[in-house]
């Protein structure tokens, strides 16, 4: 019977554990993702001098860099899409700016909802990068953020710490 009771808390034990570990790895797709995007909206915005007209100072081309515009949906659309489970994207949901902009989509089936917002222009610039997703369909979402500025010499950098709420909530 101590068997059996022993085995019982055992297994209770490794199955929390077991879920704990699903959850975390599900968070990877978010982080990773979101570093990419940075990454990418950083680099979008330090290249944007090339769209800007020819003849004008650097100091004026600088002051237009700007970020690509903001997604007008977020992808999948349907926060409900990912409540705990998987959402698979096609190549349609990527196509229209920013995720063109970035060279940016995901193939696999995805857990988190991802939009994009940019403000501003020049030195007031900025891009915020968000992933949302309810990993275990409770109702509670876990949302990561990432920034993206320029400094004072107009270079964007990615923010140093990504936002995380609930993380595996």
């Excluded at 999948?76 to 998987?86: F, Y």
């Excluded at 990432?146 to 936002?163: F, K, L, Q, Y």
Aim: proline share 6%; hydrophobic share 40%; glycine share 8%.
């Amino acid at each position: 019977m101590n068997f059996f009771g022993l085995a019982a808390i055992l297994s209770a034990i490794g199955m929390y554990g077991l879920a704990r570990y699903v959850r975390h790895a599900k968070t990877t797709e978010a982080i990773s993702s979101l570093n990419s995007l940075a990454g990418a909206a950083a680099e979008f915005y330090n290249a944007s001098d090339a769209t800007q007209p020819a003849g004008a100072s650097p100091q004026d081309v600088h002051a237009m860099r700007h970020f690509p515009p903001s997604s007008r949906v977020a992808v999948p659309e349907d926060p409900l899409s990912v409540r705990g489970k998987r959402y698979q994207s096609n190549l349609a949901d990527w196509s229209a700016s920013p995720w063109r902009d970035l060279r940016f989509s995901i193939v696999q089936p995805q857990c988190f909802q991802y939009s994009f917002d940019a403000q501003g222009a020049g030195a007031t610039a900025k891009a915020t990068i968000s992933a949302q997703g309810d990993l275990d369909g409770d109702g509670v979402r876990s949302t990561y953020s990432i920034m993206v500025e320029p400094d004072e010499g107009m270079t964007a950098h990615v923010g140093r710490s990504m936002v995380r709420q609930d993380p595996e909530e």
